[in-house]
C-alpha cells in the first residue's frame, strides 16, 4: 500500500512574538510503502521469529531502511460458543460515519493486529436475484460454522450505481447476520431512496447499463476503501460473470487489478451461478434459436463459449491479485474458505521511498532474507507511484499525457465510454467512424473549483494485432463552464468524434481524456475487428448497425480531430453517419428515451451488382422470449452507391408505446433473389 503523509515544522525568530513574525514552514513530503510477506521454510511452514535485520529490501535496485516491521500471527482455531449459545465476543468497533469508508483504526489501535480480514462483496446489480440467495446462504453458513479465531468480516454491496459499506470489520456475528437479513428479504421503502452520497454514483444513469467496466470500477472503489488498513486483506466476489467484449473497457480491469495490488487486497472471485449446465438450444429465458447453427452445433458452441468468456475476468482477477476464484461450483462456502486459508501469519514490512517523484511509474521492489536463502517469500513485486498535477508545467502536462498512454497501470479517474463501427469503403478498405461520451458530471468538480473554461485532451492510437501503430490521435477541445453550459453539465454528456481508415484484421484502441483543469484523467481500452465482407459469401455483407437518437447539424456539430476545412469535407464525405449536412451520433450506451425518436441505420453491400437488387429489412424488438415490437418489411429503394456498392438502410422508430424496459434490438435484412440474409442483435434499454 502506497500512503502520503505530510509533516510543517513552524519556526519563530528570537525575541518575535508569534503575532509579530509569520511562521516560517518546511514541508516534508514522504510515500509510505508497505509489504506483506508471507515466509516459508522448504517445508511450506510459516518462519517465525524473524526481525527487521534479517530482511533487505530494495526499490529498483535502490536499498530501503525498514521503518515499520511487525509479525502478524493467525491462530487458526474455531471459537466455542459461549454457555448458552451466546455469540463469541464482538470486536469494538463503529460502524462507518460515511457509507462509502472503512473506519481506519486511530494511530497506535491494534484492533486488526493478529487479525484475518475478509470482505463479502455482492454485486447486486450483475448477479440474478436466485443467484443472489445462494451467495446470502453460503455467507450466513460461513458465519455460523467456518469462522476462526482471527477472523473478521466486513460486508459490502454494489447496487443502484454505487459501492457501499453495510458492515465494517467485526466478529459480532449477530451484526453480520442483520446484514445479510436485510440483504435476504429487502425493505421497499429503502429501494425506493437514491443514496446520493454512495462511492461511484453518478447522475448521468447511461453509464452505469451495459458496460462492464461499471462492476470492475465498483471493485476499484471498494479496494480504495479499504486502503486505510494496512493489513492484508481478502475479498470475496459473489459475481454472476464478468465478460469482456468488444465494447467494453479493457484499461479499467487493469486499473483495478493495479489498485487491489496498492491497496494489499487479492480478489477470490465467486461464481454464484454455480455449476451450469448449458443447454444445446437454450434455457427457458430467451427464444428458441433457428438456422443451421442448430443442427451443426454451432449455436450450443457458442452458448457455451459466452459462458467460459464471463470467467475469463474473474480469473485474471485472482491470478493477478494473488487470490483464487471458484467457479463451476455449487458449495459457494468454498469459495469464502478459499479466502479465509489464503491469509497464513505473515510480517508487515515498511519503508519510506528514497525515491519521491510523483512520475506515476512503476517502482519494483525485492525483499530477501539474509541467512535463509533457501525460504520462499510470497509478497508483492512492485507498485505504481503516484501522481501530481497542480504543479506541472505544459511541458511536464504534455509528457504525462504522452506517458499515460503507454503507462501500464491505466488511469480512470474519468469515466468514458466508446463506440467503433465500421463502414466499407472499397474492396479494401473500411471507414472506422469512433464517438467518444464522457458524462458532464465529470467536469463539475473543475466548474466548484471556480474555472470558467477547461480544456479537455484527446490522445490515441489503433495497433494492429502485432502491436504496430497504424493509426494516432491528438487532439485539444475547449468547453465553456459558466452559464447555461456549467448547468447542464450533470445532464448531458460531452461528445467527441473521429474516424479511421483500415484495412480488414484485428485492433486494439487505446484512448485517454484529460480535463486540463483538474488533470483527471480517464482511459479506454478495446480490441475490435474489421471484417473482410469481400469474402462473405453465406450471407448478404452488412456494416456495423448505429442506433441514434440524436442528429445534430453539422455547423453545431459535436467536436471532432479535422480543424481544416478542406479536411473536414474530406471526412465528411467518407464519413456515411453524414447526410444532408446532418450527423448521425451513435448511442454508444444504448439508453433510449420514450419521448425521443430512435434512428437505425446501417448498409448493405452488393459486390457484384451493377443496379439495385431488392431488398427487405425489418427491426425487431424482444423482451425477454415476447416479441414486444416489428417494424413491417421496407424495401430499400435507395440507389447503389457505384463507388462504394453500398445500399443505405435506414429507421426512424416511435418507441412511446413501449414499456420501460429491457429489449434485444434485433435487425434483419433479407435478399429474396440470392435466397441470403443477415442479422444483427444487441441489447437496449428503454426509459422514460
Given at each position: ?12 525568530l528570537p ?8 511562521p ?5 513530503d ?6 506483506t ?6 517445508e ?8 527487521d ?16 516491521f ?11 460458543a ?6 463469541r465476543?464482538a ?7 460515511i457509507?462509502?469508508q472503512?473506519?481506519p ?38 458465519i ?14 454494489f447496487a ?31 429501494n425506493?431512496t ?7 454514483g453518478?447522475?448521468?444513469?447511461e ?20 486502503k ?11 459475481a ?25 487486497v ?23 434459436p ?5 443442427f ?48 497464513t501469519s505473515?510480517?508487515?514490512i515498511?519503508y ?29 513485486q ?10 506541472f508545467t ?28 465500421y463502414?466499407q469503403?472499397?474492396?479494401?478498405e473500411y ?6 461520451k ?7 468538480l ?46 448531458r ?41 469481400i ?8 456494416s ?14 459535436l467536436y471532432?480531430?479535422?480543424k ?5 469535407a474530406?471526412?465528411?464525405?467518407a ?21 425521443r425518436e ?10 457484384n ?12 424488438f ?5 416479441k ?15 463507388k ?9 422508430l ?17 435478399n429474396p ?16
Amino acid at each position: 500500500m502506497l500512503r502520503r503523509s505530510l509533516l510543517a515544522l513552524m519556526f519563530f525568530l528570537p525575541g518575535a512574538s508569534a503575532q509579530q513574525q509569520p511562521p516560517f514552514t518546511i514541508k516534508v513530503d514522504t510515500q509510505l510503502v508497505v509489504e506483506t510477506v508471507v515466509v516459508k521454510d522448504r517445508e511450506g511452514k510459516d518462519l517465525e521469529g524473524l526481525t527487521d535485520k534479517d530482511f533487505t529490501v530494495t526499490e529498483d535496485g535502490v536499498p530501503q531502511t525498514i521503518r515499520v516491521f511487525e509479525f502478524q500471527r493467525l491462530e487458526d482455531t474455531p471459537t466455542p460458543a459461549s454457555p448458552g449459545g451466546a455469540a463469541r465476543p464482538a470486536v469494538e468497533l463503529v460502524q462507518p460515519k460515511i457509507p462509502t469508508q472503512i473506519t481506519p483504526p486511530p494511530a497506535g489501535d491494534s484492533r486488526y493486529r493478529d487479525r484475518r480480514l475478509l470482505v463479502l462483496f455482492f454485486d447486486l446489480m450483475n448477479v440474478s436475484p436466485p443467484d443472489q440467495l445462494r451467495a446470502f446462504t453460503a455467507a450466513d453458513k460461513f458465519i455460523r460454522t467456518q469462522m476462526k479465531v482471527p477472523d473478521l468480516v466486513a460486508i459490502m454491496s454494489f447496487a443502484g450505481g454505487s459501492v457501499k459499506v453495510l458492515q465494517d470489520f467485526t466478529n459480532d456475528q449477530d451484526a453480520l447476520f442483520a446484514v445479510l437479513q436485510k440483504l435476504m428479504y429487502p425493505d421497499d421503502d429503502e429501494n425506493d431512496t437514491a443514496d446520493t452520497t454512495a462511492a461511484f454514483g453518478q447522475n448521468t444513469g447511461e453509464f452505469n447499463i451495459f458496460n462492464t467496466d461499471r462492476q470492475l470500477a465498483a471493485l476499484q472503489a471498494a479496494v480504495n476503501m479499504l486502503k486505510t488498513v494496512n493489513e492484508q486483506k481478502s475479498l470475496v466476489y459473489f459475481a454472476g460473470g464478468l465478460r469482456l467484449n468488444g465494447t467494453d473497457n479493457q484499461a479499467q480491469l487493469r486499473a483495478t487489478i493495479n489498485a487491489a495490488t496498492r491497496s494489499n487486497v487479492a480478489f477470490f472471485p465467486v461464481d454464484a451461478r454455480g455449476l451450469v449446465a448449458t443447454l444445446p438450444l437454450g434455457d427457458a429465458t430467451r427464444p428458441s434459436p433457428g438456422g443451421i447453427g442448430v443442427f451443426n452445433g454451432s449455436t450450443a458452441m457458442s452458448a457455451i463459449t459466452n459462458f467460459q468468456r464471463s470467467q475469463d475476468s474473474l480469473y485474471a482477477l485472482a491470478s493477478d491479485t494473488g487470490g483464487k476464484p471458484l467457479l463451476d461450483n455449487n458449495d459457494l462456502v468454498a469459495g469464502i474458505i478459499q479466502a479465509e486459508q489464503a491469509i497464513t501469519s505473515y510480517y508487515v514490512i515498511g519503508y519510506y521511498s528514497t525515491n519521491t517523484n510523483l512520475d506515476g511509474k512503476f517502482r519494483r521492489v525485492k525483499i530477501i532474507l539474509k541467512e535463509t536463502p533457501a525460504a520462499k517469500l510470497d509478497y508483492r513485486q512492485g507498485y505504481y507511484a503516484g501522481k501530481a498535477f497542480n504543479k506541472f508545467t505544459a511541458a511536464d502536462k504534455e509528457r504525462q499525457l504522452e506517458d499515460a498512454l503507454m503507462l501500464g497501470d491505466p488511469i480512470t479517474d474519468l469515466t468514458i465510454a466508446m463506440e467503433v463501427n465500421y463502414f466499407q469503403l472499397n474492396r479494401a478498405e473500411y471507414f472506422a467512424p469512433i464517438t467518444v461520451k464522457i458524462p458532464g458530471s465529470e467536469l463539475v468538480l473543475a466548474r466548484s473549483g471556480g474555472a470558467e473554461r477547461t480544456l479537455i485532451d484527446f490522445i490515441g492510437e489503433v495497433k494492429d494485432e502485432y502491436g504496430t501503430t497504424i493509426q494516432n490521435l491528438r487532439d485539444k477541445v475547449d468547453i465553456k463552464l459558466s452559464g447555461e453550459t456549467a448547468s447542464e453539465l450533470s445532464r448531458r454528456p460531452i461528445e467527441y468524434d473521429t474516424g479511421f481508415t483500415l484495412l480488414p484484421g484485428k485492433y486494439v484502441i487505446k484512448f485517454l481524456a484529460r480535463d486540463s483543469e483538474t488533470g483527471r484523467i480517464g482511459t479506454y481500452q478495446t480490441l475490435f475487428v474489421i471484417p473482410n465482407l469481400i469474402k462473405e459469401d453465406k450471407r448478404i455483407p452488412i456494416s456495423s448497425v448505429v442506433l441514434s437518437s440524436q442528429r445534430v447539424d453539422m455547423r453545431e456539430a459535436l467536436y471532432n480531430a479535422t480543424k481544416d476545412k478542406t479536411a473536414a469535407a474530406a471526412a465528411q464525405a467518407a464519413n456515411p453517419l453524414v447526410n444532408d449536412g446532418q450527423k448521425l451520433i451513435p448511442s454508444v450506451t444504448r439508453v433510449f428515451s420514450k419521448s425521443r425518436e430512435m434512428f437505425v441505420y446501417l448498409q448493405a453491400y452488393e459486390r457484384n451488382a451493377t443496379t439495385t437488387e431488392p431488398l427487405f429489412a425489418f427491426v425487431t424488438f424482444y423482451h425477454g422470449q415476447t416479441k414486444a415490437f416489428e417494424t413491417p418489411p421496407v424495401q430499400v429503394v435507395d440507389e447503389l452507391d457505384p463507388k462504394t456498392k453500398a445500399l443505405p438502410l435506414k429507421f426512424s422508430l416511435s418507441l412511446s408505446k413501449l414499456p420501460v424496459g429491457e429489449y434485444n434490438c434485433q435487425v434483419t435484412v433479407l435478399n429474396p433473389n440470392g435466397q441470403k440474409v443477415a442479422f444483427w442483435q444487441a441489447p437496449i434499454i428503454l426509459v422514460n
